[in-house]
T-cell receptor
Framework: DSGVTQTPKHLITATGQRVTLRCSPR?????VYWYQQSLDQGLQFLIQ???????AKGNILERFSAQQFPDLHSELNLSSLELGDSALYFC????????????FGPGTRLTVT | AQSVAQPEDQVNVAEGNPLTVKCTYS??????LFWYVQYPNRGLQFLLK??????LVKGSYGFEAEFNKSQTSFHLKKPSALVSDSALYFC??????????????FGKGTRLHILP
């Protein structure tokens, strides 16, 4: 168990809808990273927050947004969902702001129908 | 452009034999290199990293990796494979731009099968 929690575990929704994925980092970790894992794209870095501030941005679509709250938990919002957004979404946390070792949560499997 | 390649989709090794999982990278500056492992229905687990210093890096579960700057490689190795090492292995590279342009790129993964 990495100490990173993600909810929900599974999510099934329809095209055009909006969903929110939640992540609680390990105790003491200030960084939260979001990733998307799919069969065709592999594991893609989406965005990083460090102590409440956006720190780095990867291949995140404009339909997606994230934030990190004062208690350091983070939410990833996915809107206007398309079939191609179906994937496993991972959150990871770390102590530093610099992509050092990351501790991954179990993931949220999103299915868009 | 920053990239990382894992040339083998799958590697099969007999239990007790040494294993190698290959990774090559391309970055504009000095690389930060990582190996992660993913077991079925689980998130990734950190194995080891190279930032600077000794080219041979030791990590979790008896794994090690050798940084080779001239060949731009960071191959993962273990002297004696266990059946429990069977999993999906990811190599990753971070290219340091500073600030919001920092990125990490993961390879496509190599599935390691250890045969009993």
């Amino acid at each position: 168990d990495s100490g990173v929690t993600q909810t929900p575990k599974h999510l099934i929704t329809a095209t055009g809808q909006r969903v929110t994925l939640r992540c609680s980092p390990r105790s003491g970790d200030l960084s939260v990273y979001w990733y998307q894992q799919s069969l065709d794209q592999g594991l893609q870095f989406l965005i990083q927050y460090y102590n409440g501030e956006e720190r780095a941005k990867g291949n995140i679509l404009e339909r997606f947004s994230a934030q990190q709250f004062p208690d350091l938990h983070s939410e990833l919002n996915l809107s206007s969902l398309e079939l191609g957004d179906s994937a496993l979404y991972f959150c990871a946390s770390g102590t530093s702001g610099s992509f050092y070792e990351q501790y991954f949560g179990p993931g949220t499997r999103l299915t868009v129908t | 452009a920053q990239s990382v390649a894992q040339p083998e989709d799958q590697v099969n090794v007999a239990e007790g034999n040494p294993l190698t999982v290959k990774c090559t990278y391309s970055v504009s500056g000095n690389p930060y290199l990582f190996w992660y492992v993913q077991y079925p229905n689980r998130g990734l687990q950190f194995l080891l990293k190279y930032i600077t210093g000794d080219n041979l890096v030791k990590g979790s579960y008896g794994f090690e990796a050798e940084f080779n700057k001239s060949q731009t490689s960071f191959h993962l190795k273990k002297p004696s494979a266990l059946v429990s090492d069977s999993a999906l292995y990811f190599c990753a590279v971070r290219d340091f731009y500073g600030g919001r342009d920092d990125k990490i790129i993961f390879g496509k993964g190599t599935r390691l099968h250890i045969l009993p």
